[in-house]
């Protein structure tokens, strides 16, 4: 089990940009494949980015495609989501997502997650 907080979230104009992280606590972050996922309000829950564990994997939403990069840095325990060109549908909680042991390409589902942060909030002002 890791243990997953993120950070990085605020107000921003549309057009800006952020940078959220997510830090993984334990020693085994380097065998999770990696998620990102957001909720606005009254909406559900949506994916919006995936690395696999070794980060030679990834995988995104249409609608966040050409604008986000998720990485990670094992060596630090943190996956990042670089944010580009933010618009005001953006407008979101962010939640870091692990699932642990797998190989092959990240999932795009939430429910294969099994660990996951307390969440970030992303506003974009219009």
């Known amino acids: 089990q890791v243990q997953l907080v993120e950070s990085g979230g605020g107000l921003v104009q549309a057009g800006g940009s952020l940078r959220l992280s997510c830090a993984a606590s334990?020693?085994?972050?380097?065998?999770?494949?990696m998620g990102w996922f957001r909720q606005a309000v009254g909406k559900e829950r949506e994916f919006v980015a995936a690395?696999?564990?070794?980060?030679?994997?990834?995988a995104y939403a249409d609608s966040v495609m050409g604008r986000f990069t998720i990485s990670r840095d094992n060596a630090k325990n943190t996956v990042y989501l670089q944010m580009n060109t933010l618009k005001s549908e953006d407008t979101a909680v962010y939640f870091c997502?692990?699932?642990?042991?797998?190989?092959?390409?990240?999932?795009?589902?939430?429910?294969?997650?099994?660990?996951w942060g307390q969440g970030t909030q992303v506003t974009v002002s219009s």
């Open positions: 690395i696999s564990n070794g980060g030679r994997s990834t």
């Open positions: 997502a692990g699932r642990p042991g797998f190989y092959g390409s990240p999932s795009k589902v939430a429910g294969d997650y099994g660990n």
């Open positions: 334990g020693r085994t972050f380097s065998y999770y494949h």
